[in-house]
């Protein structure tokens, strides 16, 4: 079973290579761990700390500022992966791995490698909202990546084209070559729009749709950030892709709209961990405390606010409020792996 796990994700992955201001009185001081009984026993023999990540570089580069400042004694790094191939450099890797831990892997993937994850259960998940929560206890919840419908009205208008409303539209023949999309086999922004549209649906319509899709989209990226970039950049008018990066690239002056269709926004969650026997590293988990009591709520503060906590929430300039989310009910590993089975495009 292992093998075909670990088999089933570097297959998708090298498929991927080729195609606020808080509510109340609480602060993240409150997100506290309690300290392992043997922490005194932790191994401080190496200062090393590597980290992989699937979060954008604006995210890694304000993490690496904050460790830096904070850890100034340990050898830290942060290197990118797109979250599909995080998921097969573990599941090929196991435990005996150069992670030491991941931060921004998508819960759908982390149920697959979560054999080789160090129980976390010493870590309070009551202060998440109840869907955040992870039963194995093998990684935490550190952000809610929600979706929209995002435009270039440029690119649009240069073109005299007409703002879509609805998924219908994107599949009209004038918006050939205007559409981006990440690929759901290696990323999971591009995977929600797809378990959304399924919910919404039913699978054969949703597929049937994704086929269209297809025949106007540009590229389908292999990261989820792609699609945000090629609006910046003005090779696309249309991206399905991250809302938070969507208001990042606003807030740095870019011409961007964000839109939601009738289905709602689709999200995914994403979380925190470290391999197996990692945790017996003192700077491993020393990190990791700080990410859990500080950089997690500092990167909803600043970049992604949409709740994970149940008793904070969080503002940023032109982030959409009261947002109604997407039906993503039955968005399990198992879901995932059988309908990336069928994605041929």
Known sequence: MKKAIAVLIIVLSLFSLVVCTPADNKTSAEAKSTAPENAS????????????????EYRNEYFMKRLKEQFPEYDISIEYMP?????AKLAAEGTDTDMDLFYDLDYSYAGLVEQYLADVSDYDQSIYMDDCRVVSNKYLCETRNGGAIILNPDVLAAKGLA???CYADLIKPEYKGLVSMPSPKSSGTGYMFVKSLVNAWGEDKAFEYFGALAENVLQFTSSGSGPVNALVQGEAA???GMTAQAVTA???GANLKIVFFEEGSPFSLYGI?????????????????FFYTTLVPEDKELFYPEQIYKYKTFEIQNYPTNIHYADMSNNTTEEKIRLLENWEY
């Open 238 to 240: 249309i991206g399905l």
């Open 273 to 289: 961990a470290m391999p197996e026997g990692k945790q017996n590293r003192k700077a491993v988990r020393e990190v990791f405390d």
């Open 83 to 87: 979250t599909g191939n995080l998921a």
């Open 41 to 56: 026993k932790l191994d401080d023999s190496s200062n090393r700390v590597v980290i992989y990540s699937g979060a954008e």
């Open 163 to 165: 703002e879509p409303t």
């Open 250 to 252: 606003i807030n740095d």
